[in-house]
């Protein structure tokens, strides 16, 4: 069974930062091109950035240079340090894998971390 946990969200100031974690269930983990998502009220969910198995990263134009990706293989985690936050990367955050151009099946959906970002 796969199942991803988030973890970290919370309510934080613009310009703060914020450090969300995951955690898989998968043996397959270490295969997977793994992924953060979020999705904010009345909006699509969108990937912010994405990491292969072996440390390639990719960022959505509006987190570059402001959102950093890592995995570690060995325990089966993975993080988004998040600085700089704005009010528009308020949102529920998920992880999931991302795999390019393929359908994620609905059953890997986690409950997410609510990131606010509000003064």
């Known amino acids: 069974q796969v199942q991803f946990v988030e973890s970290g969200g919370g309510l934080v100031q613009p310009g703060g930062s914020l450090r969300l974690s995951c955690a898989a269930s998968?043996?397959?983990?270490?295969?997977?091109?793994m992924g953060w998502y979020r999705q904010a009220p009345g909006k699509q969910r969108e990937l912010v950035a994405a990491i292969a198995g072996v440390g390639n990263t990719d960022y959505a134009d509006s987190v570059k240079d402001r959102f950093t990706i890592s995995r570690d293989n060995a325990k089966k985690t993975m993080s988004l340090q998040m600085n700089s936050l704005k009010p528009e990367d308020t949102a529920v955050y998920y992880c999931n894998i991302a795999p390019p151009g393929a359908p994620i099946p609905s059953a890997y959906w986690g409950q997410g971390t609510q990131v606010t970002v509000s003064s």
């Open positions: 998968s043996i397959m983990f270490n295969f997977w091109r």
